[in-house]
């Protein structure tokens, strides 16, 4: 896109680049947790480890630090300033993947497109599951934020397999930086992901000491892996731009129309 283009769009368009958007989506959680964690454990101290069964605690989860007063109220506002640009985020891998269709051979082309609406499908459950789960703390409704919390972690580690999968379609594949490091990412949570259950159960079946400090420190892992996932992609599609607006046309047509009345 050429200087005059970018000058022309920008009177009619809102013109975002792709590592803005990734790095202001993901950036805003990862310090706003950080931010959650050091002011809770300075206004609460060992009561923010507390465990209901009073097994000995060494770490607070996230649930935790985001869900005492006033960080609960931080913490969501954090969420709904990320919110925004995390949609953004998944219309622009949406658009991406779409218009690398052309890259797959015709006979793999219906296949996938299909795996690619549901991804979208599944990147947008991860999203909502997430905004549920931290709208509602745990110390307001348990159960509900325990589904979610277990539906954002299905939903999260299926899109990264399901985004791996279709770039690995893509005949350009060998060219990007990104997967290189995404894989590994997904091999890190699900690692995490298993020691983290394994760590819930028998902290909740035996009130083991130390079980939940395991499941915590998971928790803090596998946000971290899952903040680089989404971010490398910045070192493939650092040229990459989202438009948002009405085209130049239909533009000048409502313009007409108001000069006419």
């Known amino acids: 896109m ?15 680049s792709f590592p803005h958007l990734a790095l202001s989506a993901f950036f805003t959680t990862f310090l706003g947790c950080t931010l959650c964690l050091i002011s809770a454990y300075i206004m609460y101290g060992r009561r923010i480890c507390d465990t209901d069964c009073g097994a000995y605690n060494i770490w607070p989860s996230i649930s935790a ?13 954090c969420v709904a300033f990320w919110l925004f640009p995390r949609l953004l985020l998944v219309a622009a891998y949406n658009s991406f993947f779409a218009k690398s269709t052309f890259q797959v051979s015709k006979s793999s082309q ?3 497109s299909r795996l690619r609406r549901v991804a979208l499908c599944v990147h947008i459950l991860e999203v909502v599951s997430f905004v549920g789960g931290n709208f509602i703390a745990n110390k307001e409704n348990y159960p509900y934020h325990e589904k ?9 580690e299926t899109y990264m397999l399901l985004h791996l999968l279709l770039i690995w379609k893509v005949s350009a594949r060998n060219s990007l930086r990104a997967p290189r490091i995404q894989w590994r990412c997904l091999k890190i949570v699900i690692a995490c992901t298993t020691i983290l259950f394994t760590a819930f159960i028998l902290h909740r079946k035996t009130c ?8 915590s420190l998971m ?3 596998i946000a971290l ?37």
């Open 2 to 16: 050429t200087e005059l283009e970018m000058v022309h769009l920008s009177s009619h368009h809102i013109i975002i």
């Open 110 to 112: 219906a296949n996938y």
């Open 219 to 221: 928790e803090y892992l």
């Open 148 to 156: 979610c919390f277990i539906v954002y972690t299905a939903a999260s």
């Open 225 to 261: 892996t899952h903040t680089i996932f989404h971010s490398s992609s910045v070192l493939d599609f650092s040229e990459e731009v989202l438009v948002l607006g009405v085209p130049v046309d239909s533009h000048k047509s409502c313009l007409m129309k108001e000069h006419k009345g």
């Open 65 to 77: 630090v985001t869900g005492v007063i006033p960080q609960r109220y931080f913490w969501r506002a």
């Open 208 to 215: 083991l000491n130390y079980a939940f400090s395991v499941f």
